[in-house]
């Protein structure tokens, strides 16, 4: 339940404020060099996204491998790594410990588990999103050895699009002590056609499970999305050119890359909806908007989709 | 690949023009007496949809149960079954054989397997659904039993959200040969709180991952959504009244019912985008819309999912 | 639950008195041409064992595809069969509904379930084991394919490892109205060297969950087995010579072909046990020994699990 | 792909020689509390075994818990720990750089991968059965609390049943640079009726599964096992008597507690087979007999097995 994937598969564990937060990647092909600095930046994208919205709180966030590796290439046993909680001050969450913050999940755990660890978010908070950008770059890192880019921005925050008016937005919101959401896009271009299955592992299925796993996401769209609901069939069409050797292209694009479920060989794009983050009146410690830090936090889960599909595919081999 | 769901597991199989569609059923509990009149006017429900924009291909889906129950009592083993395709006319797909029809699966189907079956849409066809919709009834009939009710409505077709005005445009579509696309909204009520895992099983997740496995889904939110995406944290928040017996009492529900991917006991709600069926200037035989047809398929589908949570989370034991 | 394989999927149903038994085969390599007479052989095998031992039930045992294949080749999608249960004779059992019958599994699916289909053994019926020799006999015909063949025979049958000494002893069973039972050997060959996981998925752990699956097996072992319990540690090994070009030839095999839990290129072999059918003094309809009928069941298991294995690996695509 | 278990689900990873070994046990129910000294003496009894027949290898194997414990209480949430490999002395293994050590997984993990740990066993190595040993001992606790007990003993060594003689048989293979094999032999008492699945999920399949993941495991039976392929069915039967409450006591128990695949509610026993360690001629450092250690890892995952088994049934909620 604390895992995705199925050949390609990331087990994650680790409260907030416990001793450390980590992860199990099983199945990495053997023999990929890591770029452990690569990591490193992925996780520094994580902690800091921009300057404005970033929490104070300080993440060092050095990862720690202890299994999979020997010399720094994969064996093809599990990867395992962790990232020592070191700036936790449960103390700080001490008047939450009898009381329910509105919009978090204290009480939904309180319901599952008949406990929580209320020192923190426990295993709701952000924090835990840090194993997903070690495993994350490690996959995107086999991926571009296929020749696979993943990447994602942010598309707009609150409504805005434009960088300087997103800055504003957020120096505002943190002076008001309120939060905002946001839109992240994702990319993902050099996918052979043919992955994905018919039924109920579609494609985008399992990308949608993969977006719907990072906190704070309240919606999911690919290709056009929504905007195709108000679309009529003729504007909505992908013509195609068969040329001689059988080899398609593809003229427009509505489709995101993927008919029935299959990807079609033409770029994959897709929206994540952010919602706003629901600290308020707080210490002043969280951030204003989850959007900057989770660009590195939707492309890992994409990237995680992406490795998976292709070793079940086995077109690559593992 | 073809299955979906991990105690209440549903396996699919069919090609739209080969002898059968159907599935099994795992998992479900014994002693469940069926309501085979209530399977037998979902499926009506899935074949005609509104006079306006359904297909004229006759489907009178009889489903034939073939293990699982004894005198219309499910024994816990597997519920198998299946629906013949009768008026199957490949014939009527003969010129399509060689070609790739645009925004259709035919390309990506050739992509992945090398070969297809061209007679149809093969396991692309919305005929495919036939087997979710027959599950479907069945666990929408042990969820009433447990006092939880999942629904689904129209909330717009190509942006008309009043019955006449759609029913206008959708004949304007077929007069001009076009097809449109529109949004399912559905509605679960009388979950318990607790649902869901805190990582990458959330609930919204695996509704997502399930809403995606229908065809021409293009969008899934949940709650508020996209929109609050442009809203501020201060009035996304849903604040609650603990009661003094520990009850929980939510003031607003923007978040959608459920929190850190857990049920928090309050109405899950959710929207499913579809985009315009891609079929044009063929031979008439198929809808201008999916979304009449689609609302018990969106029912389906959420029924199935909250089963198979039910049954993982534990309470009602099997 | 009722499931076999990660990519090479079996999913089977039915009750021994309900109307059919069938089975999903999901995963199964699109383009293979199922050679149906092949099928129906195998069928035919698992129908009648040999004359001595074979229960007096006729079993035509028509297979009808339903999906997954255009004129007898595979298309890459599920796979549904089923066959009709003709002979069924309820009324038989009528005097059954209220007992339970020592060493079968009547009290057991009564525990389980609350109740239980008293018209024969329902699910613990050896005859679900058809849908495990259809699906095992397309497994072996892709298998073929690749040059890997599986194979089993009787290796003993109450301790008598001569044919006709084996006969004269069911006939003797059959006049003394008991039952007797058996080891069959497994022969798995062409195998390449690297299938099978370190940990948990060990190439004999998950032959031995296979096998443990077939109706009265009561042990497993693989190699010399249990008999290497009472070895020394210099008489069990298997000495190898490299050659120049690095590849490798093993001097013995008391191994049985896997080390650490992955094979290594050599003959795999096994033993299954099987304990006496328990049914006694009844109507006569029955075996006295399942081992004539057991052999393809042991060799179809082997092949599902071979063929999942290969596809798990990745080296001969999808 | 290294990971045991559907609901109770255990994935473990570490090269014997790399930084650490350890897991993440996932599904463990919330509100546990954890006996860590319970754990620790599992631990030692891997460790040492017997003084005549350990590894001279010291293991401090001091667990380190990075996850899902507050307070010593489970939090429902994963938990991950892990043991650092202290002693490792990978230049004792220079030697075996380019060597493959026969019946070994040298080979086959070379065959596998295509590059291997060749710093002791890597994830061959005994050493990888640590972390199994921990979350089996927290399986036992749980299962304890719930009046389940499972238990292993030595059977035989070398076909020797009596402490003395086992002694005298593992110093004399010590003294001659030999091993010996032998079989351990398992009991799970207090489990309900009604456990396992009636198929292909059978309670024996999944325990068998479990017994193989073992290293230098040949050979599983339960019940009369193997010794039944030459009974009689009338010497084999279980009769039992039903109370007029409707309870059930068996009056025999050759069936080992389970039928058709599923837990009559007697005790449950098996025996495993272990081969004599192939490692000969080496260092010292190593066992002459893996038995006196497998007793624990045999009771672990017999442990694993059932609670999971238990989850799935849901009859004790999470």
Redesign the interface.
């Given at each position: 339940?604390?895992?995705?994937g199925?050949?390609f598969?990331?087990?994650?564990?680790?409260?907030s404020h416990?001793?450390?937060?980590?992860g199990?990647l099983?199945?990495c092909p053997?023999?990929l060099a890591i770029d452990l600095q690569g990591v490193a930046e992925a996780l520094a994208r994580r902690a800091t996204g921009s300057t404005a919205s970033a929490s104070q709180r300080k993440e060092a966030d050095a990862v720690?491998?202890?299994?999979?590796?020997?010399d720094g290439?994969t064996?093809?046993?599990?990867?395992?790594f962790?990232v020592r909680n070191e700036d936790a001050r449960p103390e700080d969450y001490e008047p939450l410990r009898n009381t329910?913050r509105?919009?978090?999940?204290d009480?939904?755990?309180q319901?599952?588990?008949?406990?929580?660890?209320w020192?923190g978010?426990?295993?709701?908070s952000a924090r835990?999103t840090v194993p997903v950008v070690v495993a994350g770059a490690i996959a995107r890192q086999w991926l571009v050895s296929k020749g696979i880019l993943v990447e994602a921005v942010v598309k707009?925050i609150?409504?805005e699009t434009h960088p300087q008016r997103m800055d504003a937005l957020l120096r505002q919101?943190r002076e008001e002590g309120?939060?905002?959401?946001?839109?992240v896009r994702g990319y993902i271009q050099g996918l052979?056609?043919?992955?994905?299955?018919?039924?109920?592992?579609?494609f985008?299925?399992?990308l949608?499970?993969?977006?719907?796993?990072i906190?704070a996401?309240?919606?999911?769209?690919?290709?056009?999305?929504?905007a195709?609901?108000?679309?009529?069939?003729?504007?909505?069409?992908?013509?195609?050119e068969?040329a001689e050797d059988g080899s398609?292209r593809f003229l427009s694009n509505?489709?995101?890359g993927?008919?029935?479920?299959?990807?079609?060989?033409a770029e994959v794009y897709f929206d994540v909806?952010?919602?706003?983050?629901?600290?308020?009146g707080h210490d002043g410690r969280h951030d204003v908007c989850a959007l900057p830090r989770a660009v590195v936090i939707v492309e890992s889960m994409a990237a995680l989709t992406v490795a998976d599909q292709l070793?079940?595919?086995?077109?690559?081999?593992?």
């Open positions: 339940m604390n895992s995705i199925t050949i598969r990331l087990t994650t564990f680790g409260e416990g001793p450390a937060v980590g199990v099983d199945g053997a023999g720690e491998f202890l299994s999979g590796l020997l290439v064996l093809g046993t599990p990867i395992a962790m329910y509105p919009s978090h999940a009480y939904t755990y319901a599952k588990y008949g406990l929580r660890d020192r978010g426990g295993r709701a835990t707009h609150g409504g919101c309120d939060s905002v959401g946001g839109v052979p056609a043919g992955l994905g299955e018919p039924m109920f592992d579609k985008q299925a399992c949608a499970k993969a977006m719907f796993s906190p996401v309240k919606g999911f769209q690919y290709g056009d999305g929504f195709m609901t108000s679309m009529r069939g003729s504007e909505a069409n992908d013509p195609m068969v398609v509505h489709s995101g993927i008919q029935g479920g299959i990807t079609n060989g909806a952010f919602k706003p983050i629901p600290t308020l070793l079940l595919d086995g077109r690559f081999g593992k």
